[in-house]
């Protein structure tokens, strides 16, 4: 970690949690990074107590006792994408992972919704204090993304997909969205025991839920919780921590997410080889399992490499 960077997320850490707590925060990222995570785990474990408190307070609420919708095998499945400047606005790489979505979710089943910071409240209506946190650079597009994720499922349930997801091959199988909850599933890897809290079990970046699942409500209310009363984010996966305090704490959202079955294996493969050669037999066996790619904005996208064509000049082309 960078000196500067720590000093920077000490100090407005401090300001809404105090100097201890936010130099224990980063004492214990430090211990972790040093020991290659696999030893101490400390800020997993510092970031689990932070969660469960504050989800014994979130499941105080009435919404709780509400009963999940019953699943309408005639209903449309709203899928959710989501880009704060709107499509016009979009980095090259997201327009082609936005038209592979649109392709992909055509079938009549689904219901596409690309949302912008301008027609959101044709979908939704969002607390004002989520807004109040985004003017004042409290709160990023980003992880107002994940709070209006959290909204859109509890309310709606569907899909969520983030606007750099690739879709590719085969569909989603009726029996995974008879499921109450849907997400990106691979066997635990060392990168996900280690250093993610989600242990390889989810993917924040592509999750179904029927409508009014229990998770979406308690996520909906701890953070209505946490915005109102601090003003800075104090981790940037903040979302997988308080899933992953949910799964240990819920007994039945813990069955859920282990019933989803392992799947899309390779969703990160594609992303690894964009820039390379392409070649037909690495992309069909990519692609013959994993129909769900997660690509990224943050890098340079090349179209040809030593005089032949890339796998990111083959996805332009495909579109």
Known sequence: MKLNYVLNKIYHISHDFGLVFAIKVFFYKLVDELNGYKYTKLFFRFMRKFCKNLIKEAIQCDELFIEASDVDDKALIPVWCFWAQGER??????????????????????????????????????????????NNNELSYTHFSDILRVELLKEYGGIWIDASFYMSGNRISDDMLMLPIFSLKRKSLIDDA?????????VVGFLYAQKRYKLFIILSKVYEIYWKRYHTLIDYFLLDHIIAACYSMFPDIKDDIDSIPYNNILFRKLSEVINDPYDDKKYKLITEDTFIHTLTWKREYIKNNWNRKTFWNYLCEKQ
Do not use: T
Not at 194 to 202: I, L, M, P, V
């Open 89 to 134: 606005k979009l980095p090259e790489v997201v327009k082609i992972c936005v038209a592979s979505q649109r392709k992909y979710f055509i079938d009549k089943k689904y219901s596409y919704h690309f949302l912008s910071m301008q027609n959101i409240d044709s979908y939704i209506k969002i607390p004002s204090i989520y807004y109040e946190r985004l």
């Open 194 to 202: 280690y250093k993610n809290a989600s242990n390889g079990k989810w």
